[in-house]
């Protein structure tokens, strides 16, 4: 296992609402990316924290937001929730290293669903 | 165009068989490159680094070309729990993944 949890597994919203993630980082990792897989696609990089800091941004509008806690730990928040949102959403946690070599680890994954 | 391509497959192929995936990306930025496997509802995993040289790993090589702007990986004596998803990768500061191609291994 890669020691990167995430909370909850599964979440079922309905459109318009508000919807919290949570990601605790492996132990010594500095950095936590977002990224949203829909169905039949690869993750998509939603944007990325480096020591509380957003280092990063994807393609995704600004209802997507994040914090990182000072123990590396991250949330991402979505609002005003669209039925596209359905996805898994992964967290993957790093040690930032120069020369951008560094391996990312990812949690199981939240699996949302917006009715 | 997307950024990262691959052949979405599947590729059915028996035991044993010998299987090559490839992926080409746009950007020539990219800084690093990479292989995951994903199996079905779960994370992706590292499976391995892509690098100029070519590198192996038992039964896997992975080679870049980085003039074609080009990954391959090849899966030597499949087996049945070689079925996956398997992403192409590329590092520009951020990871972007291909689609994946499907591989299904039957007995």
């Known amino acids: 296992e890669t020691g990167v949890t995430q909370s909850p597994t599964h979440l079922i919203k309905t459109r318009g609402q508000q919807v919290t993630l949570r990601c605790s980082s492996q132990?010594?990792?500095?950095?936590v990316s977002w990224y949203q897989q829909a169905l039949g696609q690869g993750p998509q990089f939603i944007f990325q924290?480096?020591?509380?800091?957003?280092?990063g941004r994807g393609n995704f509008p600004p209802r997507f937001s994040g914090l990182q806690f000072p123990n590396y730990s991250s949330e991402l928040n979505v609002n005003a929730l669209e039925l596209d949102d359905s996805a898994l959403y992964l967290c993957?946690?790093?040690?930032?290293?120069?020369?951008?070599?560094?391996?990312?680890?990812f949690g199981p994954g939240t699996r949302l669903t917006v009715l | 165009r997307k950024e990262v391509e691959q052949d979405p497959g599947p590729f059915n192929v028996p035991e044993g068989a010998t299987v090559a995936f490839n992926c080409t990306y746009s950007?020539?930025?990219?800084?690093?490159f990479f292989w995951y496997r994903q199996d079905c509802r779960k994370e992706p995993k590292l499976l391995m680094s892509?690098?100029?040289s070519g590198n192996e790993d038992g039964r896997f090589t992975a080679q870049l070309n980085r003039a074609s702007q080009y990954i391959s990986l090849l899966i030597r004596d499949s087996k049945l729990s070689d079925s996956a998803t398997y992403l192409c990768?590329?590092?520009?500061?951020?990871?972007?993944f291909g689609a994946g191609t499907i591989l299904r291994v039957k007995s």
């Open positions: 993957a946690s790093s040690l930032a290293l120069q020369g951008g070599r560094n391996e990312q680890f």
């Open positions: 990768v590329v590092n520009r500061n951020k990871l972007v």
């Open positions: 892509v690098y100029s």
């Open positions: 132990s010594g990792h500095n950095t």
């Open positions: 924290y480096y020591r509380e800091e957003e280092n």
């Open positions: 950007n020539s930025a990219s800084q690093s």
